[in-house]
């Protein structure tokens, strides 16, 4: 069974178009994360959720809209594409509590490319 | 979270020892040191962690110094298949604090 799954895995699109990326654990963990691994190969944290709640926004434009229905789901949406959105998007999930070891589990990444 | 340091790349032959370095000399009292790997294209992939000892599991063996400003991450036989971008990242172990990645070390098992 995959413990974090994404879907799509791959997505292309044209700019100025609205797309979903889902992500789903069935770690029984409470929080999530949506990371931006772009051309460059560098991996940035995007956001982070505790129990449905918004606890890290690390300054990403508000075209990013991230919605977590439950705590086994957060999903990314992202308004008005635009090219330099094109990148590999995680999402991984961890236990925030004492008695985890603070490993964080990822997706396999949905690649999007933006034209 | 403490900066961590690390060689761009490295090579090493199949079946031998690889020994990935780390420095960490602003690593607080109550951080960890974690490693993590990402293989070409996968999502990056948890290793092993420690706090002051040194710990052992089946994928590699963290060797902390001391004084806890550096490691060292051993992968005992390297395969081919261990060819790719190791973290090494320092954090507490709980709470949300969120996992910053540098620019990694590149290894490259030579057949």
């Known amino acids: 069974d995959t413990a974090v799954s994404q879907t799509p895995k791959y997505l292309v699109t044209q700019m100025g178009n609205d797309k979903s990326i889902k992500c789903e654990q069935n770690l029984g963990h409470d929080t999530m994360y949506w990371y931006k691994q772009d051309s460059k190969k560098f991996l940035k944290i995007m956001f982070s959720?505790?129990?449905?709640?918004?606890?890290i926004n690390e300054t990403v434009p508000n075209r990013f809209s991230p919605k977590s229905p439950d705590k086994a789901h957060l999903n990314l949406h992202i308004n008005s594409l635009e090219l330099g959105d094109s990148a590999v998007y995680f999402c991984a999930s961890s236990r925030s509590d004492r008695g985890g070891t603070g490993e964080l589990f990822f997706g396999e990444g949905s690649r999007l490319t933006v034209l | 979270d403490a900066k961590t340091t690390q060689p761009p790349s490295m090579d090493c032959a199949e079946g031998r020892a690889a020994n990935l370095p780390c420095n960490h000399s602003t690593i607080s009292g109550n951080e960890y040191v974690y490693w993590y790997r990402q293989i070409h294209s996968q999502g990056p992939q948890y290793i092993i962690h420690?706090?002051?000892n040194n710990e052992t599991n089946e994928m590699a063996s963290l060797i902390i110094t001391e004084d806890r400003k550096s490691s060292t991450l051993i992968l005992p036989h390297a395969t081919l298949r261990d060819t790719a971008v190791y973290y090494c990242i320092v954090r507490v172990n709980f709470g949300n604090e969120k996992l910053t990645f540098g620019t990694g070390t590149r290894l490259t098992i030579i057949p």
């Open positions: 959720y505790n129990n449905k709640e918004l606890i």
């Open positions: 420690g706090l002051k």
